[in-house]
């Protein structure tokens, strides 16, 4: 069966380090992928190879059969592919309604996002449907800025599901959160599964081991090995790469 997605031999220096190093890595649809590693595993850079924030030295990618390898973000986004970041990506001075409004004009106009303008009740729903997924409607009117940072998140969350997304990528979605907030994020990501695939890269293996059909581990740039969470978690080279266990 085709992958969702694909990265073949994808590389990425920067001078003289080696972020990302000849990876091979593919995401089936309908899954709940997780990418985990110690720090500068090269995670973060490899989720940004696939979403077009960076070009590869050297490999291709794949979305769906299509080459994507060369395409910026934003086609990437017209594509189904969209992300959050580990630092909330809002624009702070404007409405929590008006963050995800410009998300869904950029969904309906399949294009680069546009300034801001009147548009009909479908488009005035679709924003609402999405903040009350994500429990965000009674915030609807407050300044994104001014919400807590878990808050900011989960508007951030409700942006990339307003794209209408065939594979969402979260970059380490409970960092600097609480354990109720935690508990929160866990049960959004596994609804959002039912509908659309998922790549989580995660440094929390208990939500990791939770959520995840099948986990990716990296380390020093390279895939060291890959399996199911009971796999991963049984796995002596991932107990000492990721876990620090001796031996």
Not at 164 to 192: F, K, N
């Amino acid at each position: 069966m085709r992958p969702l997605l694909e990265a073949v031999k994808v590389r990425r220096t920067f001078g003289g380090l080696v972020a990302v190093d000849d990876v091979d890595f593919r995401v089936d649809a309908a899954e709940i992928r997780a990418l985990i590693g110690p720090n500068g595993a090269g995670k973060t850079t490899l989720a940004n190879l696939l979403t077009g924030r960076l070009r590869p030295t050297s490999g291709r990618v794949y979305f769906e059969g299509q080459e994507i390898t060369f395409l910026p973000a934003h086609r990437r986004v017209q594509l189904g592919i969209a992300c959050t970041l580990q630092i909330p990506a809002v624009l702070r001075g404007l409405s929590v309604f008006e963050n995800v409004l410009l998300a869904v004009q950029r969904a309906e106009l399949r294009g680069p996002l546009g300034f801001l303008r009147p548009q009909g009740e479908t488009l005035v729903v679709r924003v609402c449907e999405v903040l009350e997924a994500v429990g965000l409607l009674d915030t609807w009117e407050e300044p994104a800025g001014a919400l807590p940072y878990g808050h900011q998140r989960l508007v951030e969350l409700a942006m990339a599901l307003a794209l209408r997304p065939r594979l969402l990528v979260l970059d380490e979605p409970t960092q600097g959160l609480s354990p109720e907030e935690i508990a929160r994020w866990t049960g959004l990501i596994r609804r959002v599964a039912q509908k659309t695939t998922v790549l989580l890269i995660e440094h929390n293996l208990p939500v990791v081991l939770d959520l995840a059909h099948r986990v990716t581990v990296m380390d020093r740039g390279r895939i060291l090995f890959e399996g199911t969470p009971r796999e991963v978690e049984e796995e002596p080279a991932v107990q000492r790469a990721y876990l620090g266990a001796g031996g």
